[in-house]
Structures are given as structure tokens and as C-alpha cells.
């Protein structure tokens, strides 16, 4: 039925500006003033919309209150039936001529200052719906067309409050393509009738995202697919279809697709707020050590008479075979960070590790895999049964996992990246449901390669953390090269800047640690004296097979140097070479005597050095002269390393050639 040409209640009908999927639009005139007329025939509303006549001019009643310069105004509304018995409703409205801003995106191409001054408008027309009345009015169909950019560039929102009436299982969608429903929200899927303002929030969210990328944050191709990615999978990260959006809008764009409500914007004025705010507070962290803290009892005991505040990790596995310190660890005697161990899990070998089987998550078959992380019944248990073991402690660590085992093709790193992202997503709900006070990091573990073959693939998503820190350790350092060490620091670097959040570098050698940490990095660990580098080997073998011999810190080296205690002789050339060392622990002793001794001296003399480098690093307020003092460190150390290499007394090793290839990157 075409009512061109026809007059109808007064309002003459001239032509057809479009129909959509539940009604048409006409351009109508009467006493001499245009309008736009949307029809809706009866059998698209809802059984109560149709049941009582007056329902729906009760409803439009409350929509004409609506009044913003951003919002098209309703003016009338009216029924009819045709010959046929056939009720059809009419809602008069503001006529605006312009592009819908679908096709206004295609035609012009716009500056990101263009888009985002759009999107402000946006809001602020959303907003003055939600506060139109005591009540407020929801859209609930916000998306690209239904935004009309008008000849002189504003904005008028179109078609707010019509989905409250529209039965849309009625709608049969003849197309596969999935228009309408990309732009609606988890809870509006679950339950259109009760949704509030967040769910237009979240709207909004994909109109900013696709105004931004051109793209959406899930990929689908049919509504059953995509209603399980909206309640199960995290977003496409949106630098992943524009590099250049700057990190601010990213992180705008997750808080207002945020799936759990909680998480989202409340208030559409915060996110007028936030993009506002142009200098983005950007914080300063301090520096700090993080002793990886395995069985050094006796080590720990002594040096908290020196510092006790001192924060240690302690991986959870080690609560059965170390006792004691667990126990410390319980009583907070000994600060620490909670290590779930996780990781390990991934592997066959993790049944020989003293400690990992008796863990409340450990699988009782066979191993943790990415088909089982992908399961979100099993990650609801994983993470259940993860708090149970973590729920005494202060500051604890998200389960994770390393990314790849044995089973990896590098094909699905980034599904392994997802479930790594959902496993801190969905822990970080599990705890706030839990109302938890706990202190809570995230964990990234993977591959040196992996970085070099997707870094900003993976830090997109990483990107998003929300959490009081994030550890990072990275398997492969101890062979690493210049290209890798460069993109290595890119990432920690360019991690902390996104995320805003304390970065620490877990398990990486001291003068790596130490470089991080002069380049504005929050944090590193390492072991003491003992285990220094973190190696898929150490998780994927039984730890027996590696000899962990002891070793001495030479400060002026920035190195850690091994040697078996019986033959720690062999080190004397160096230890005669350098400055004695006057800590309360070495006491400008000889070498020989600290090394025979079996009190922990050289685990004691390392805290004590490392904590007074990290003084050192503090101690310096400008950023470029802490870069400065630390590449003096470094030259220094070669040219003592070059001497001692040259009289013979020390030979190449690992911790020469890390210490040039950083120095390279300086
Ligand atoms: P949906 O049915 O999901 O809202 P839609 O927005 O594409 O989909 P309609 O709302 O029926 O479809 O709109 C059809 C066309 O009429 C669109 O091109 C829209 O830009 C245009 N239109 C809607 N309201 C007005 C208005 N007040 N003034 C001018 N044009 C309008
Ligand atoms: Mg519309």
C-alpha cells in the first residue's frame, strides 16, 4: 500500500523518504508546514500495543516530551484502518533532510576530531532523552541509521522509544546479514523489557566502535553465533582494524561494550568526561624489586630485619614442600603476591612437580588445553575452584595459562590470548561478585616469538586489563637477540602505557630487569640468586633435571655469576678485579670464605644490592637522566667484563652478551 497522494487526517502524503525493517517513512505536509509520517502496521507491534488502542498514543504521549536540539521531535500520532480492517499507526514527526549516518561515514571521509566531535553530540542527544522525563526515555534501537547528519552537519537522533512497542520476533529478517541486532546489548538479548540506560550506553559503544573502525566488535554471521561471542568472547580489539585510534578512545570503546554492567559506564556524562579529559593522567610508578621466593626460608627470615616490607612472589605450589614459608606468607609476616602456578598446568609433566597435583584446580586427567580454556563451564569451575585456594591471601595472581603447549600451531595464538583475556575478565567478575578487597594482577606468559610474530595483535588485547598489575614473563630471554630484545621492551614498555596499570617483568635476568626499570617499567623479578630466567624448559621438564647452582652478584658487572660452591675458586680472578664488596652481609670479606659459607651470605649480599640499585633508580627524578645513568652502568660493566675477559679471569657467557645486546638498543 503506497499512500502517496492520499490525504490522511489532515496530513497530505508526498512521497517515500525509506522504509526500514518494521514500518515507512513519508514526508507529509499539512497547513503548510512539512513533516516525516512513520507507519507502522499492526501486526509488527507488540500483543499489549495492540490489544488497547490508546496504549500506543499513551506511549508517543511520553516520546513527545522528548525535546533537544539533537533529538527529532514527535508531534502527533494517529490510527487508521485501511478497507481491508488493516490497523495502521502513524507517529508525526520533525522532518529532517540529511544523511543517515551510515551513508554520511561513506561519503566523507573524516578526521578523527570530526568523528569524535559526532559522537559528543550523539551523547549529549542520548542523554538528554535518558533525563527527557521523571522517568527518562530509553532508545533501545541506537544505532548509525537511526542518526540523522543533517545538511548543516548536526546531529538528530531518530526513532527513540519505537522498539518498546515494535514485537520484534514478529520481523522476519529475509537477509543473513545481522543489521540491527550487532548494535544491541547482552542484556537487551536476554531481556529487552528490563533494560535501563546502560544497555543505549552500550549501543553506543558499537556506533562509536564502527565510527572508528568501520568495523564491529564481533564478528558473526548469525545471531546464534553472535549472542555467543557478546556473552562469551571479548571484542576485537579496535586497533586491530585502525592502529591510529589513539589509546584513549580504546579504552573508552571497551568501557562502554563492557558486558558486565558493572564494568560499564554508568553515566553518559563520565563518558563525555572522559573524552574531554585530553592529558589522561598518566602515572609515574614507582620502581621495585619482587624477589621470586621459592624455598629461601632462612634468606627471608634474616633479610626482613633489614626490610621488612620487603614483597616477594611465592608460587602456590611450593605450600606443601615449603611449610614455613607459607606460613609467613599466611601471616602476612612475609608480603607476598600469590602465584597460582597455573601455567604448569598445560603440561603432561606437571603430575611430577611436588605440590601442583594436590591443587584444588589441577586437572585429575590429563592436562589443561585451549579447547578446555574456550569452555566456559570449565572456566567458571577453573576459576571457582582457583579462588578457593586464593581467597586468603592480599594480593593474589589471576589464573592463566602459557600461552601454547605442546599442542600450539601458531594459528591459534590469538585464540589462546582470548581465553587468557577471559580467564582475567571473568576471575576479576568471580572476585568483585565475591566483593573481594584482594589486590589482583594479571599474568602474561608466552613465547619471545610470539611477541616478534604478533605483538601488537597480542597487546591489543592485553590492552584492556583492568587489574593493580600485570606480570609478564616471557620464556626464550635467555638466548635472546637484538630484534628481540627490541620488541620485547616495546612490549612491556607499551603495555604499561596502555593499560595505565604497574607492569613488572617476572623472571628476567638482573641487567634486563634493571634497564626496564630505568626506562619507567614498574617492576622486575628474578630469583634469588638462583633461578633468573623464566623457560618454557622449566614448566615443560621436571625441574630436577636442572642443576641450579648458586651464584654471586657482582655489582659493577650488573651480573650474576655461577659457579658450584666447590669451585668457587674459579670466580676469584673477578672477585680480586673488582671493588670489594661492603655490604652487612660480605663485610669486604674474601670471596672465597662468603662463597664456603652456608648461611645464605650471597642470597643476603644480592637482596641487599638490588634493593640499593632500585634506591639509586628512585633516587632519580628525570626520566632521561635515569636513561642516562643507566647506560653508564652498562658501558661501565662491558669495559670491566672486556679487562676481565682479556686477563683470562673471566670467559663469554650469557650475561656478556646480554649485556652488549642491550646496550645496543640503548
Ligand atoms: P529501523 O526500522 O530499524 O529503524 P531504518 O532506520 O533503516 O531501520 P526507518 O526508521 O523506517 O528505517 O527509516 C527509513 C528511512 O527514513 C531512513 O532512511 C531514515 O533516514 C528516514 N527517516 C526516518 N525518520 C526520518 C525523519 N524524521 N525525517 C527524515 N527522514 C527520516
Ligand atoms: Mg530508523
Redesign the pocket.
Known amino acids: 500500500m503506497n499512500l502517496v497522494g492520499n490525504i490522511i487526517n489532515g496530513y497530505m502524503f508526498l512521497e517515500v523518504?525509506?522504509?526500514?525493517?518494521?514500518?515507512?517513512?513519508y514526508k507529509v505536509e499539512k497547513d503548510g508546514n512539512v513533516y516525516?509520517a512513520?507507519l507502522f502496521y499492526e501486526h509488527v507491534l507488540l500483543k499489549e500495543f495492540k490489544n488497547e488502542n490508546n496504549r500506543i498514543t499513551r506511549e508517543v504521549e511520553v516520546l513527545k516530551k522528548a525535546n533537544s536540539k539533537y533529538l527529532?521531535k514527535y508531534y502527533d500520532d494517529f490510527m487508521i484502518k485501511n478497507e481491508a480492517g488493516v490497523k495502521a499507526y502513524f507517529v508525526i514527526?520533525?522532518?529532517?533532510?540529511g544523511d543517515?549516518l551510515t551513508d554520511y561515514l561513506k561519503k566523507n571521509s573524516l578526521s578523527l576530531d570530526e568523528k569524535v566531535n559526532l559522537f559528543k553530540e550523539i551523547l549529549v542527544g542520548i542523554n538528554d532523552l535518558h533525563h527527557s522525563t521523571e522517568e527518562g526515555i530509553l532508545h533501545r534501537?541506537i544505532k548509525p541509521?537511526?542518526i540523522?547528519i543533517k545538511k548543516d552537519n548536526s546531529v538528530k537522533i531518530?526513532?527513540y522509544g519505537f522498539a518498546k512497542m515494535i514485537d520484534f520476533t514478529s520481523i522476519t529478517n529475509t537477509g543473513d546479514q545481522i543489521g540491527?541486532p550487532i548494535f544491541m546489548s547482552p542484556e537487551q538479548f536476554r531481556d529487552s523489557k528490563h533494560i535501563d540506560p546502560r544497555a543505549d550506553i552500550y549501543s553506543l559503544g558499537v556506533v562509536f566502535y564502527y565510527m572508528l573502525t568501520g568495523n564491529y566488535p564481533y564478528e558473526a554471521n548469525t545471531i546464534e553465533e553472535l549472542i555467543y561471542k557478546l556473552n562469551s568472547t571479548p571484542i576485537i580489539p579496535p586497533t586491530r582494524y585502525n592502529k591510529e585510534i589513539p589509546h584513549k578512545y580504546e579504552k573508552i570503546i571497551y568501557k562502554l561494550l563492557a558486558k558486565k554492567l558493572h564494568l560499564r559506564y554508568q553515566k553518559i556524562e563520565k563518558i563525555l568526561e572522559d573524552i574531554e579529559n585530553n592529558a589522561i593522567e598518566e602515572f609515574i610508578f614507582e620502581n621495585y624489586f619482587y624477589p621470586w621466593c621459592i624455598n629461601e626460608k632462612t634468606v627471608m627470615q634474616n633479610y626482613l630485619k633489614e626490610k621488612a616490607d620487603i614483597k616477594v612472589i611465592f608460587p602456590i605450589h611450593m605450600k606443601t614442600s615449603q611449610q614455613t614459608l607459607y606460613s609467613m606468607v599466611c601471616s602476612s609476616e612475609l608480603k607476598a603476591i600469590v602465584d597460582p602456578s597455573t601455567h604448569r598446568l598445560s603440561y603432561d609433566i606437571f603430575n611430577n612437580v611436588g605440590g601442583l597435583k594436590s591443587l584444588k584446580y589441577a586437572p585429575t586427567e590429563g592436562i589443561i588445553t585451549l579447547d578446555n580454556l574456550r569452555d566456559i563451564s570449565f572456566r567458571t569451575k577453573y576459576i571457582s575452584d582457583w579462588y578457593d585456594e586464593m581467597k586468603d591471601f592480599e594480593e593474589i595472581i589471576l589464573p592463566y595459562q602459557y600461552i601454547s603447549n605442546s599442542n600450539y600451531t601458531k594459528d591459534c595464538l590469538e585464540g589462546w590470548v582470548q581465553s587468557g583475556i577471559q580467564l582475567i575478565n571473568e576471575a576479576c567478575n568471580f572476585l568483585y561478585d565475591k566483593g573481594s578487597k584482594q589486590k589482583k594482577y594479571a599474568m602474561i606468559a608466552l613465547d619471545i616469538n610470539h611477541l616478534v610474530y604478533d605483538k601488537d595483535m597480542i597487546l591489543s588485547y592485553y590492552s584492556s586489563i583492568e587489574t593493580d598489575g600485570i606480570f609478564v614473563q616471557v620464556s626464550g630471554i635467555k638466548t635472546i637477540n637484538k630484534l628481540q630484545l627490541g620488541v620485547y621492551v616495546n612490549f612491556i614498555k607499551e603495555l604499561q602505557l596502555a593499560t595505565n596499570t604497574r607492569v613488572i617483568a617476572l623472571k628476567v635476568p638482573v641487567p634486563l630487569g634493571l634497564y626496564l626499570l630505568s626506562l619507567g617499567i614498574h617492576g622486575f623479578s628474578c630469583g634469588i640468586s638462583a633461578l633468573e630466567y623464566f623457560d618454557e624448559e622449566f614448566i615443560n621438564k621436571d625441574r630436577k633435571a636442572f642443576n641450579i647452582y648458586a651464584k654471586y652478584y657482582f655489582k659493577e658487572l650488573l651480573t650474576l655469576a655461577t659457579y658450584s660452591r666447590s669451585e668457587a675458586y674459579q670466580l676469584s680472578p673477578a672477585y680480586d678485579y673488582l671493588e670489594k664488596c661492603n655490604c652487612p652481609y660480605c663485610k669486604g670479606r674474601n670471596f672465597i670464605d662468603i662463597a664456603a659459607e652456608k648461611n645464605q651470605t650471597i642470597s643476603l649480599h644480592f637482596l641487599h644490592c638490588l634493593c640499593e640499585e632500585i634506591e639509586i633508580l628512585n633516587g632519580i627524578v628525570d626520566p632521561d637522566e635515569k636513561i642516562a645513568y643507566y647506560k653508564n652502568r652498562i658501558e661501565s660493566a662491558i669495559n670491566k667484563y672486556n679487562n676481565l675477559i682479556k686477563s683470562g679471569g673471566l670467559k663469554k657467557n650469557d650475561q656478556y652478551d646480554l649485556l652488549q645486546i642491550i646496550y645496543s638498543n640503548m
Open positions: 523518504l525509506g522504509s526500514g525493517q518494521y514500518g515507512v517513512v516525516a512513520k527529532v514527526m520533525e522532518l529532517c533532510e543517515s534501537d541509521d537511526n540523522i531518530v526513532d540491527s
